[in-house]
């Protein structure tokens, strides 16, 4: 057993769990796993989320809409567009009035997935906006929100600086000296499998940088396997990876890595 394991950014709704979700997601806490943040993504994925949150004790939920979901239909693949697309027609704060319900549920603990992806042809306008409003609602219902941030340091730092929400920066991709002035700010500073790859220096650079009592783990499961197990199916048990590979890094123990890491994930998420 390896633990104790919270992984801040999960989502087990994804199609890739279909066969085995409640095999797996039953079998996490004999692997060390004491938490498990499923994160929604827009409307058609909130149901399922809570689902999971309410079946299981150590799983809790985000509720947000993530920047992807408003890529239009000629962008996206043989899934079609986000709800955010086929059913509200783009009006992303008419999907927002929509989920507003589901915060009233107490195992929704955080305002998230969101943020901004300058990856995919969405117009920044409409991103811009829909995060700033996003980040409105965490503060006026003092939840954590959980940041998604691809190619657009720039002006999700300086939404974050102006309004300085407490939450999470999921994925971090930016400079060592950005997550050190965004962990003073209250911000939690999120690592997966992505920052075990060779080339990701930039990370091993802020994870190094930074004090541990502002990291937290994740895995972004399905994807972002971390070495040595890169291109396969992630789950949240491979956060051990992730965890062995920041005590090397840092000199520490792994026990450490995980016990202060799985604090910081109750700390933020109010647990």
């Given amino acids: 057993m390896t633990g104790p394991i919270f992984d801040t950014h999960a989502h087990y709704s994804a199609r890739a769990f279909d066969a085995d979700r409640d095999f797996l997601l039953g079998s996490l806490p004999g692997k060390g796993v004491v938490g498990v943040c499923e994160q929604a993504t827009h409307s058609g994925d909130a149901p399922k989320v809570l689902e999971l949150a309410h079946r299981y004790p150590w799983v809790v939920a985000a509720v947000g809409i993530h920047p992807e979901s408003l890529l239009p239909a000629a962008d996206c693949g043989e899934e079609g567009p986000a709800p955010t697309v086929s059913v509200y027609g783009g009006d992303w704060a008419a999907e927002m009035r929509a989920l507003a319900p589901y915060y009233e549920?107490?195992?929704?603990?955080?305002?998230?997935?969101?943020?901004?992806?300058?990856?995919w042809p969405v117009p920044k306008d409409a991103q811009l906006a829909m995060f700033e409003a996003h980040i409105r609602l965490a503060l006026e219902l003092d939840k954590p929100i959980i940041v998604h941030d691809r190619n657009a340091h720039a002006d999700a730092y300086a939404l974050l600086k102006k309004y300085q929400p407490k939450g999470i920066v999921h994925c971090y991709s930016g400079s060592a000296d950005d997550a050190v002035?965004?962990?003073k700010q209250g911000l939690f500073i999120g690592f997966g499998g992505a920052c075990t790859f060779k080339g990701a220096k930039r990370a091993a650079k802020a994870i190094s940088a930074l004090p541990l009592e502002s990291i937290v783990l994740e895995t972004d499961c399905p994807y972002m396997a971390p070495e040595p197990v890169r291109g396969t199916r992630c789950d949240s048990s491979l956060i051990r990876y992730v965890g062995e590979y920041i005590a090397q890094l840092r000199g520490i123990s792994v026990e450490e890595v995980f016990r202060t890491t799985a604090e910081n994930a109750r700390r933020v998420y109010g647990l």
Avoid: Q
């Fill in 105 to 119: 549920d107490p195992k929704v603990v955080a305002v998230g997935e969101c943020g901004l992806d300058y990856h």
């Fill in 181 to 183: 002035w965004l962990a």
